[in-house]
């Protein structure tokens, strides 16, 4: 996942082609999955969320796929194919 804004911001970058998610579908989906170890995030997501920001992605080399996991996003046909070219 990319994160290009900060806590303070409406937006964050997730795909390769940029289309951004909103903070709030954030914390709605983490809420959602309902996983214990999201309880710390839940109850300081502002730190969270600008600890998420600053996590960039420090290798270089390999072969990384972003998807957008949202309702309208990327389809299952378009997954299948994206992980088929990885083994091209």
């Known amino acids: 996942m990319r994160r290009t804004v900060g806590p303070s911001s409406e937006t964050r970058s997730t795909t390769a082609s940029g289309r951004p998610v909103s903070v709030t579908t954030v914390s ?3 809420r959602a999955r309902g ?4 309880l710390s995030k839940l109850a300081d997501w502002d730190t969270f969320w600008k600890a998420a920001e600053a996590n960039e992605c ?5 072969r990384r796929l972003v998807f ?3 309702a309208d ?3 299952a046909d378009e997954v299948a194919r994206a992980l088929e070219s990885l083994t091209a």
């Open 28 to 30: 709605s989906r983490v």
């Open 35 to 38: 996983c214990a170890r999201d």
């Open 58 to 62: 420090r290798w270089s080399d390999g």
């Open 68 to 70: 957008d996991n949202r």
């Open 73 to 75: 996003g990327i389809t």
